[in-house]
């Protein structure tokens, strides 16, 4: 069974850090592809950043050059660097594991960007 738990949110001024772990079990975590995404009050969940089994990386626009995703296939985690946050950064950060059209979510971890 697939397991996904995300740790390192909660209260941060705006300009501050957080870095996002999603620890993995249950899966060959080295050939999946990890993703986080989040959803603020009353919107949909977005894409946040990916990254391939390869390291290929992939970060929307909103985030790119603040943001940095990345894994460590030894720990079957994935990471997300977040400087310089905006209070529009608020929301839930889910991580997902993907491989061959199906996918695993974790239950979350709340991001609040307020001074």
């Known amino acids: 069974q697939v397991q996904l738990v995300e740790s390192g949110g909660g209260l941060v001024q705006p300009g501050g850090s957080l870095r996002l772990s999603c620890a993995a079990s249950g899966i060959i975590f080295s050939i999946y592809t990890m993703g986080w995404y989040r959803q603020a009050p009353g919107q949909q969940r977005d894409l946040v950043a990916i990254?391939?089994?390869?390291?290929?990386?992939n970060h929307v626009d909103s985030v790119k050059g603040r943001f940095t995703i990345s894994r460590d296939n030894a720990k079957s985690t994935v990471y997300l660097q977040m400087n310089s946050l905006k209070p529009e950064d608020t929301a839930v950060y889910y991580c997902?594991?993907?491989?061959?059209?199906?996918?695993?979510w974790g239950q979350g971890t709340q991001v609040t960007v307020s001074s």
């Open positions: 990254i391939t089994s390869g390291g290929t990386t």
């Open positions: 997902y594991a993907g491989r061959g059209g199906r996918g695993s």
